[in-house]
Every structure is written in C-alpha cells, then in structure tokens.
C-alpha cells in the first residue's frame, strides 16, 4: 500500500502559477505509475496528467492543460508534483494525487487505487 499527501494548493490570479505536491509513503513508489485528478463543484472528476512508474518519465495529459501542467516525479524524495502555469478561472478544482500499480501511465480512474486527500486550488479572474 501506500499512502498519498497532496499539498501546494491556494488562491492565485488568473495567469499566475502554482506547484502542487505529493508526497507518498513507503519504499516503492518507483513501482507506481502517479497521476493527477481535479474535481470542480457541481462536476465529475477528471483527469489532469499522469506519469509512468520506473524511470522512463513518460507522462500524459489532458487537452485542457496540454503545454500549460507539467507533471515530473522525484523517486529519491518519494514525491509527485504538478507544475501548473498560465492558470485560468477554469482550472479552480480540488486537485487529487493518485497512484496505480496496476497501470504505468493511465487516464482512468478506477485503475487508480490509492488516493491522496485533495488540495484546493482556486484561480481568481
């Protein structure tokens, strides 16, 4: 098992940046592929980005935030983390760190067994 703390989240204006963090327990987070989830009142939650376990570094992302999110890992620091630029309104969400070992890079949720309590991201206009 392992165990997921997001962190990093806040109020930011609208062009402005954040980098969410998370951290997760144990010795083998190399064995789990890592991916980011957000959820926005009133909508289904949906995926962000996701990056592949091992050391390979392939990573996959949403439409939404394609050349805008860079998800990265550091295996040594056990540690996930979503760089996020050029914020908009519509990036306002509870963000979730997830991890699978069932997958190495996956937009699915179900394939996702472990989760992290969520982070509160908010862009003001």
């Known amino acids: 098992q392992v165990q997921l703390v997001e962190s990093g989240g806040g109020l930011v204006q609208a062009g402005g940046s954040l980098r969410l963090s998370c951290t997760a327990s144990g010795r083998t987070f190399t064995s789990y592929g890592m991916g980011w989830f957000r959820q926005a009142p009133g909508k289904e939650r949906e995926f962000v980005a996701a990056i592949s376990w091992g050391t390979s570094g392939f990573t996959n992302y949403a439409r939404s935030v394609q050349g805008r999110f860079t998800i990265s890992r550091d295996n040594a620091k056990n540690t996930l983390y979503l760089q996020m630029n050029s914020l908009k309104p519509e990036d306002t969400a509870v963000y979730y760190c997830?991890?699978?070992?069932?997958?190495?890079?996956?937009?699915?949720?179900?394939?996702?067994?472990?989760w992290g309590q969520g982070t509160q991201v908010t862009v003001s206009s």
């Open positions: 997830a991890a699978s070992n069932r997958a190495p890079v996956t937009t699915t949720e179900y394939e996702y067994p472990y």
